[in-house]
């Protein structure tokens, strides 16, 4: 091990958000990362890095130092993206170091306030017939708005008209405004809009409705096929020392046991994975399926890699 190695963290971390702020990346990060700082006695800095879908934050990690002082929080998008982009600068496979397991929960579609259906069972018949019109705000390609648009627009037979943002947490803001039609944006953001009247809820994308929604449906419920749980990680770069990794995925375990970070999970309708996934090996495990996963489906749906920018 190298010496450094059994003093750090020596200097203030830097945690790259790969969306913009306000979203839910963002809210977990920042949750999660202000526990993880108090543990390891050194703050950590939220930095987003948004753009081209969470693949602009994914580059900036790929090319830090690993030394534990830059890490990344990120989503199943970040496994997504090879099915994608064609021109990421990084291999996925290789360039990323799993620190440990965070958060998994469903997406929640949600519409304007002024859009004329008033429910779930409103919603699907008019969606079928106006999708054209009607937009639908995600956080770039790959993210995990944009592939529930996807999703939903397939289990539909429809092509709504999609409008990218840098994150949700713009998007939502223009949903409130009224400024687009719909978005399919995690529980986290999502729910506290909707407790509050500000947007409407047509669906959840869980097998069972959530707790903290109990009067939505779930998309099934509702005859649309439409099923997605979304999960959010932790990564360093390739290279960075086990010793290191390890005291890492320590504070970060430190902060799914917390009773307030839990209390916010909770009402957000996310939950933590369960302890015995909190393990590196856990993580690689599930980001390596997950890779293989939506490259087979992706591809099956006859959508193929990319160059964006
Ligand atoms: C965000 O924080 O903006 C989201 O995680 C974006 C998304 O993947 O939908």
């Known amino acids: 091990m190298p010496a450094w190695a059994q003093s750090f963290p020596s200097k203030p971390i830097a945690l790259i958000v790969p969306f ?12 999660v990362g202000d526990h993880m700082g108090r543990t390891l006695g050194q703050q950590i800095l939220v930095e987003n890095v948004a753009g081209a879908g969470g693949t602009a934050g994914a580059r900036r990690l790929a090319s830090a130092e690993p030394d ?8 199943l998008a970040l496994a997504a993206a090879p099915a994608l982009y064609g021109n990421l600068t990084y291999d996925t496979r290789t360039a990323f170091a799993p620190v440990g397991l965070i958060n998994a929960g469903p997406m929640v579609l949600a519409g304007k306030l002024a859009l004329p259906p008033v429910d779930a069972k409103a919603f699907f018949p008019y969606a079928k017939l106006q999708a054209e019109k009607l937009t639908i705000a995600h956080a770039g390609i790959g993210s995990n708005a944009h592939l529930c648009a996807v999703l939903l ?9 999609q409008v990218a943002y840098r994150g949700t947490g713009p ?3 223009d949903l409130v405004s009224g400024q687009v039609d719909l978005l399919c ?14 947007i409407r809820a047509y669906a959840v994308t869980s ?31 390739k290279g960075t020392p086990a010793p290191v990794l390890d005291k890492l995925n320590g504070a970060l375990r430190a902060a799914l046991k917390d009773p307030t970070v839990l209390e916010r999970f909770k ?29 087979a489906s992706l591809q099956a749906a006859g959508i193929t890699p990319q160059n964006v920018n």
């Open 185 to 198: 944006d995690q529980s986290t953001t999502a729910v506290p809009q909707i407790q509050g009247d500000k």
């Open 207 to 237: 097998l069972q409705r959530l707790d903290v929604l109990p009067n939505t449906p779930t998309a099934r419920e509702s005859g649309t096929d439409l099923e997605m749980t979304i999960w959010h990680g932790l990564y360093a770069p």
């Open 20 to 31: 913009a702020a306000g979203g839910p990346s963002d809210v977990i990060a920042r949750l």
């Open 68 to 75: 534990g002082h830059t890490l990344l929080i990120h989503h």
């Open 267 to 295: 009402s957000a309708g996310t939950q933590v994975f369960p302890e015995s996934d909190w393990t590196r090996e856990a993580h690689a495990k599930r980001f390596n399926a997950e890779i293989a996963k939506w490259a």
């Open 171 to 173: 998007a939502m803001n």
């Open 153 to 161: 627009g397939q289990a539909l037979g429809v092509k709504f008209t």
